[in-house]
C-alpha cells in the first residue's frame, strides 16, 4: 500500500514528541485570501463600526471576512455614519442593490470590558431584523465579531454559522512543532503542544472541551487526550506497537483508533477513558484512519484489502466492511459531514492529491481543488464548508472551501508551514 508521501506516511512514522504542555497563548496571524464568485450570493453592506479603533480590532472587517468566505454574500461598500440606533434610508440602499445592511458600535466600559453592538436590517422589505450585544474583555473583541457574523449569517440563511468556532492544526516553524487552537479565521490562537518532533492526528472531543492526538514520549506511538481548560491530559491507548489516527464518537464515549497491537495494522473501539478495548476489524490489510458517521452507527476507514487504498464502512458494533469508493484507484483520510450525507476524502489523480467529495446517497463524486497536494479535510461544523491542507507558493498552507468548490480561502500562517487541521464542533 502506497502512502500519501506528506499525511499518512507522517501518521504512520509517529516520529515522537517531547510535549511541553499547555504554553501560554500566543497569537498565529493568517493573511487570508479569498478567491471565487458562489453561484448565488445576497449583497450584503457591513457599516464599519462606531469607534471600533478603541478595541484595537478591525471589527466590521472580520465581519465581511468571514460572511465572504462562506460564499453566500457578496459584499458591498458600507457607508460612514452609520451605526445600530441609525435609520438607514432604504430606498437609497436599494438603489445601491444592497439587500441587507448590518452597522453597530463599540464602548469601552468602565471595569476595562468592550460593549460591542449591531444591528441588521432588511433593505429589500425595510425591516429591523434585530441586533445583540456583547460586553466583553479585550482578548474577546474577535470572538463577538465572529458571533456577530454568525448571527447576520442564521437570520439571513436559517442556517447556524460557524465563524465562532475553532480549529486545530500544527505548525513547523524550523525543526519546531507546535499544535494550536485559533479562531475559525485561523487568528487568536495559542499553543496547546509544542514539540521538537512531529505532531500529528489532532482530533475534537464532540464538546470541544478536549483535544486527541498522538506523541512519542516512550519511543512508541502513544493516543493521548488534553483537556484544553487546564491542559491537563490522560493516557488512552499504549499498547503494544502502533497507536494512532484517533476519533472520538458522537456521544464522546468511545473512541476508534488503528493499532499494530495484535500484529498488521486494525481498527479498535476503546472508551474514551482507555477502558473497553474492542478489535473492529478482522483482515490481514491495513485498515486506518476511522472516522465516525454523525449518528455513532458505523465507522468509515481506508484499507488496502482490495488491492489499494480506498475507503470502507463498518457497523460500530462490528460485522462485515462494505466499499464505499468506487472512483479512482487511491482514496484516502475520509470524513463525513455533520448530516452524514457527504463524504469527503482525498484522491490520487496522476500523480497528485486533491479533495473530492462524494454524495453517499447517489454515490456522485466532485473533485473540487485545483491545487495539487492536499491532505486532512475536516467539515465545519453546519457541513457548509471544509478546511484541508495543502502546499501553496512552495508552502504549507491551510484551505477553506464551499463543497461546490467555487469559494475557496488561503489561510497562510505567519509562523512557517501549516498542516493537519481539525475544525472544532458549536458550543464555544
Given at each position: 500500500m502506497k502512502i500519501h508521501p506528506v499525511?499518512?506516511?507522517?501518521r504512520r512514522a509517529f516520529l515522537g514528541a517531547g510535549l511541553a504542555g499547555l504554553a501560554l497563548p500566543s497569537l498565529a496571524q493568517f493573511r487570508i485570501e479569498i478567491a471565487g464568485v458562489g453561484a448565488s450570493q445576497l449583497p450584503v453592506a457591513i457599516a464599519d463600526f462606531r469607534d471600533e479603533a478603541l478595541s484595537g480590532q478591525p471589527l466590521a472587517a472580520i465581519v465581511r471576512a468571514d460572511l465572504e468566505r462562506s460564499g453566500l454574500f457578496r459584499l458591498m461598500p458600507g457607508a460612514a455614519g452609520l451605526h445600530e440606533l441609525s435609520s438607514p434610508n432604504f430606498a437609497d440602499w436599494r438603489a445601491r442593490t444592497?439587500?441587507?445592511?448590518?452597522?453597530?458600535s463599540v464602548t469601552r466600559l468602565a471595569d476595562g470590558r468592550f460593549d460591542v453592538r449591531f444591528r441588521l436590517w432588511d433593505v429589500v422589505k425595510g425591516q429591523d431584523l434585530g441586533g445583540e450585544a456583547h460586553a466583553v474583555p479585550a482578548d474577546d473583541v474577535r470572538l463577538a465579531a465572529h458571533r456577530i457574523a454568525d448571527t447576520i449569517y442564521q437570520k439571513l440563511t436559517g442556517e447556524r454559522g460557524v465563524f465562532a468556532t475553532r480549529l486545530a492544526y500544527v505548525t513547523r516553524t524550523g525543526?519546531?512543532?507546535a499544535l494550536r487552537i485559533a479562531d475559525a479565521d485561523g487568528e487568536g490562537g495559542q499553543v496547546a503542544l509544542a514539540s521538537p518532533e512531529p505532531i500529528i492526528s489532532p482530533c475534537w472531543s464532540p464538546d470541544g472541551r478536549e483535544l486527541a492526538y498522538v506523541s512519542f514520549e516512550s519511543r512508541k506511538a502513544v493516543i493521548w487526550a488534553q483537556s484544553l481548560a487546564s491542559g491537563q491530559r490522560r493516557m488512552v491507548a499504549n499498547f503494544r506497537g502502533s497507536n494512532s489516527a484517533p476519533a472520538y464518537s458522537p456521544n464522546g464515549q468511545l473512541m476508534a483508533f488503528c493499532s499494530s497491537r495484535d500484529g498488521g495494522s486494525q481498527l479498535y473501539v476503546i472508551g474514551v477513558n482507555g477502558q473497553g478495548?474492542?478489535?473492529l476489524t478482522q483482515s490481514s490489510a491495513i485498515d486506518t484512519e476511522p472516522v465516525f458517521s454523525p449518528d455513532g452507527g458505523t465507522i468509515y476507514f481506508v484499507s488496502d484489502r482490495g488491492g489499494s487504498p480506498q475507503i470502507y464502512r463498518v457497523p460500530t458494533a462490528g460485522g462485515n466492511p462494505e466499499r464505499v469508493s468506487f472512483s479512482g484507484g487511491y482514496n484516502i483520510s475520509p470524513a463525513v459531514s455533520p448530516d452524514g450525507r457527504t463524504l469527503a476524502y482525498i484522491t490520487r489523480v496522476g500523480g497528485h492529491f486533491k479533495l473530492s467529495v462524494m454524495d453517499l446517497g447517489s454515490g456522485s463524486v466532485s473533485q473540487i481543488t485545483d491545487t495539487l497536494?492536499?491532505?486532512s479535510p475536516s467539515f465545519a461544523p453546519n457541513g457548509k464548508l471544509l478546511v484541508y491542507a495543502t502546499?501553496?507558493?512552495g508552502r504549507d498552507v491551510l484551505m477553506t472551501s464551499t463543497l461546490d468548490g467555487r469559494v475557496k480561502a488561503?489561510?497562510?500562517g505567519a509562523q512557517g508551514d501549516v498542516r493537519e487541521p481539525a475544525w472544532g464542533p458549536f458550543g464555544r
Open positions: 499525511s499518512l506516511s507522517q444592497v439587500d441587507a445592511l448590518a452597522a453597530g525543526g519546531r512543532y478495548l474492542r478489535r497536494d492536499d491532505e502546499r501553496s507558493a488561503k489561510l497562510i
